[in-house]
């Protein structure tokens, strides 16, 4: 039975037994195999579907810490910036804890299954005018200033919770995977995963490690061009990111993992978003596909390396929560009048 990853992987996080847990099941996430992506590259591609967590993203891993932690130190508020998928965990989380979350997310900038979340789960949800970096520099002093814990990524419960997507990836598989593909935004989930395969590598539960690939959208690639990207922009909102508040921890991963931060184009996040929809049976929003799009660029560049290895992508969340993209990307469906004849000349069926 599901029953929460802090009961779960108790032993690999800092929570004793006087910390409150608060749980909504998180974690355990499928592992789905990906059939035409295996057959593309001659590997075998598993994807992590983390669009099957409580919120939607694999948010809630490091949310379930984050806001257990708070409530042990007696926090009676929360506040984060958010491009979205961030507020919808913390104030879900924050909500089942019975405590205030406040966000602060770019206006117009994020995606309408996300602001519903955060909406209906009572947060406090203030627009700023402004993109993520700025909401984020804003959310750092106020919490520095008063008694409101900060629940972003900079949180370092936040990586303790997440790490144990590595956990699970091992777990199934009885070892660690040959590759890891995963996409960069603010750099806390390639960090997160990154300690979590050490730390099994460590504990002497896997005996290898694999090569950590990140996947910045190229208009939002401050680690690739060596520089802070001042008004990034991509359709993949959730990577929409200038200065990732985790650059170095990232840069460090791939390094010590012989990987690489790289990025994709949106039209090839978008590609992989389609193939993924339409090929694998899964529905991510667009920063999710960066992983696959990643995948796709990498097994391009260097053909025949994936052969026969074992190549997990994160799948980071669900398209639901982009609803707009998706019909935007799709075409209009066709109407017709309500005629058995009309319907059966449509369908090519005459
Ligand atoms: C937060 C998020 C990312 C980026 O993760 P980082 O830890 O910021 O690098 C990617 N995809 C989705 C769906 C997200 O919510």
Not at 27 to 44: F, M, Y
Not at 62 to 78: D, F, P, Q, T
Not at 201 to 217: E, F
Not at 289 to 312: C, H, Q, T, Y
Request: hydrophobic share 40%; glycine share 10%.
């Amino acid at each position: 039975m599901k029953k929460g990853l802090i009961e779960k992987y108790r032993k690999f996080l800092p929570v004793s037994d006087k910390t409150p847990v608060i749980t909504l099941n998180e974690g355990d996430t499928p592992l789905i195999k990906g059939k035409v992506l295996s057959e593309l590259t001659g590997g075998k591609v598993l994807l992590k579907f983390e669009g099957t967590n409580p919120t939607g993203s694999f948010k809630d891993r490091g949310m379930c810490m984050a806001i257990s932690k708070a409530l042990e130190k007696g926090a009676e508020a929360v506040m984060c910036a958010s491009t979205g998928n961030t507020s919808a965990s913390a104030a879900a989380y924050a909500a089942r804890a019975g405590i205030k979350s406040i966000v602060l997310i770019p206006e117009g900038k994020i995606a309408r299954g996300k602001l519903s979340q955060a909406l209906i789960h009572g947060a406090q949800v203030i627009a700023i005018q402004g993109n993520f970096d700025d909401a984020l520099r804003m959310v750092v002093e106020i919490t520095s200033r008063y008694p409101i814990q900060l629940v972003n990524s900079i949180n370092p419960y936040r990586i303790e919770g997440q790490k144990t997507g590595s956990f699970e990836i091992c777990d199934e598989m009885g070892k660690a995977p040959d590759y890891h593909f995963i996409p960069v935004g603010n750099a806390g989930n390639i960090t997160a995963y990154w300690k979590g395969y050490k730390e099994y590598y460590s504990a002497g539960i896997i005996s290898s490690l694999p090569r950590m690939r990140g996947y910045q959208a190229e208009g939002a690639a401050p680690i690739v061009r060596g520089k802070v990207v001042p008004n990034p922009e991509t359709v993949a909102t959730a990577i929409r990111i200038g200065n990732p508040a985790r650059w170095k921890e990232a840069e460090t991963a791939a390094r010590e993992s012989g990987g690489k931060i790289d990025m994709v184009s949106d039209q090839e996040i978008l590609s992989a978003y389609h193939l993924l929809g339409k090929e694998e049976g899964i529905f991510v929003e667009p920063a999710s596909a960066a992983s696959v799009a990643g995948l796709l660029k990498f097994n391009r560049e260097n053909p025949g390396v994936l052969k026969d290895k074992i190549i997990v992508c994160i799948l980071t969340g669900t398209g639901l929560k982009d609803p707009d993209r998706a019909v935007k990307e799709s075409p209009v469906p066709e109407s017709v009048p309500p005629t058995l004849k009309i319907l059966e000349e449509k369908l090519g069926l005459k």
